[in-house]
């Protein structure tokens, strides 16, 4: 199984740029890394997935190097409503049991 | 909204209650999952349906029952309970398992305290 690391915690300011980086060294070659964002008393909620390279949508960018290593989720100019737990996942979905939740980062956004 | 949605919000039931979660969703997908967020620990994986046909469960206690009557629908039986059952239940679902990129949809959980 492809454990993940991230930081525990980071803060930052409303407006800013947030780069949120997770590392997985023994990414397998059919995993994929997705991103999901939880507030308290919700379900997680997906923001962004990918297999290599950079990929953007509506809401965040996730940038993939080559050795895929690592993923680093950017959120631009973020809000108080960013104010979240993320949780980098890695694994191929054809196994739910082999997508491990760890303990996310939570993001603090102040005024 | 999710596009999952999770019956009841809250429930506060005694260890010996018979009570139901139910989980329904609304994304035509034929995969259905429960999990369980127990407060400052990470989701664990429960039970996963595959086109109404178990096809995980993570080592949970026997005295959690679920069933899936059907892709749209799923529900946790809960005949009996210990105290340190009390958590956030998730239930999410996807297109199907076994697909490379299907990401999860949760519904937005059932709170439940055991008494």
């Known amino acids: 199984l492809a454990k993940t690391t991230q930081p525990i915690s980071m803060d930052s300011y409303e407006g800013q740029e947030v780069n949120i980086t997770c590392s997985h060294n023994?990414?397998?070659?059919?995993?994929?890394i997705t991103w999901y964002q939880q507030f308290p008393s919700q379900g997680p909620r997906f923001i962004i997935q990918?297999?290599?390279t950079k990929v953007t949508n509506e809401v965040a960018s996730l940038f993939i190097p080559a050795d895929r290593k690592s993923s680093t989720l950017s959120l631009p100019r973020v809000s108080l409503s960013d104010t979240a737990v993320y949780y980098c996942?890695?694994?191929?979905?054809?196994?739910?049991?082999?997508?491990?939740f760890g303990s996310g980062t939570r993001l603090s956004i102040r005024p | 909204e999710t596009g999952v949605t999770q019956t009841p919000r809250h429930l506060v039931m005694g260890m010996t209650n018979k009570k139901s979660l139910k989980c329904e969703q609304h994304l035509g997908h034929n995969a259905m999952y429960w999990y369980k967020q127990s407060a400052k620990k990470p989701l664990e994986l429960m039970f996963v349906y595959n086109f109404k046909e178990q096809t995980e469960n993570n080592s949970v206690p026997s005295r959690f029952s679920p069933e899936c009557p059907n892709s749209s629908h799923l529900f946790l039986h809960l005949p009996t309970l210990q105290p340190e059952d009390s958590a956030l239940y998730l239930c999410?679902?996807?297109?199907?398992?076994?697909?490379?990129?299907?990401?999860?949809?949760f519904g937005n959980g059932t709170r439940l305290t055991v008494t």
């Open positions: 990918g297999y290599k």
């Open positions: 023994n990414i397998a070659t059919n995993d994929y």
């Open positions: 996942l890695v694994g191929p979905y054809s196994s739910a049991s082999k997508i491990i």
């Open positions: 999410a679902s996807s297109q199907e398992t076994g697909k490379g990129n299907s990401p999860l949809h």
